[in-house]
């Protein structure tokens, strides 16, 4: 698994889930093929530029452990599994498939994965080009502290 880099396999699974926690999961195998993909597809579903995957195997590879995703069949070929109650994409998988999808962004630690490939190059957004030349800043250097203070989050945590 020379195309994956991660930090904790060795130690203990992988797990993740949506932003509100209704849907969680457990990756207890290595994923394989991490990459990100700029279809048009992916972005529609995401709301976002891309989206980043590593593929798992259902069963013994992948559980979820709270909640199931539902799924929106997006072509005759393919469903994508998002949280009903807070709309977190989840997942990509083939129609029948034994394995599926995990959107990197959503594990816990979301950097345990990183991604070796692109994919869907004919829809990638320009202006991702800018990305490490825009004025970058961190939440807390632009939030006032007392008002960080008084933003009850919902997000579940990053653990179960
Ligand atoms: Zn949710
Ligand atoms: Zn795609």
Redesign the pocket.
Known sequence: MTHIESRDYALQPLTGGCQCGAVRYRIAAAPVKPHI???R??QKASGAAF?AFAEAELGAGFSWTRGQPTWFRSSEAVERGFCAACGTSLH?RYVGSPRLDVALASLDEPEAIRPAQE??GESRLGWLDLLGHLPRSTTEGTTPAAALRTYASRQHPDHD
């Open positions: 993909c700029h279809c597809m992916c989206m990509f994919f869907g």
